[in-house]
């Protein structure tokens, strides 16, 4: 497999007032994938070129510092993105298992976040975040290494609370 892949993001930061920013991005994506296919008697029709494009908009809401010496923000993001799928999906037309007719897939799998958090730095060095986030993904490919082939499993809904720390003693 040889995958070539490129982004381009772009963004306008706006600060509406001392306690309110905004920033709204565009993400541009492109994918070029090409198989070489490899031996097995069903195996050599799935070779081939596929590519794919995909615009992604973004939207984030911060709000804070309440006061001068707060070092504490409140954040809202939400947007489109992806997973990019096995390229092998995208260009496989054989199962080569069995011989049976599959379908291709996309090499794009769309994703829709939402995130919700704080950030705050409560002592010099250091930094503390936690958010609650959902990921909804159009689709999810799974590689079945037994048959040599990747399969769609349908989309799925993730959700989940992270909390980060970062310290810097020095």
Known sequence: ITETAAGLFLEARSQWNPWLRSTLGVRQDYINAHVTPTGGQFNMANGGSASASQTSP????????????????????????????DARGAT??????????TQKL???????????????RPLPGWSSSVSFWRMELGSELVFVGDEGVTEPRGASVRHGVEWSNYITPN
């Open 92 to 101: 496989g037309t054989v199962n080569p298992a069995d011989g049976t007719a």
């Open 58 to 85: 973004k939207l984030s809401l911060v709000f804070g510092p309440f006061g001068e010496q707060a070092n504490t923000e409140f954040y809202a993001n939400a947007g489109y993105g992806f997973h990019s799928n």
């Open 106 to 120: 996309s090499l794009f799998a769309k994703a829709k976040g939402t995130e919700i958090g704080m950030r705050t």
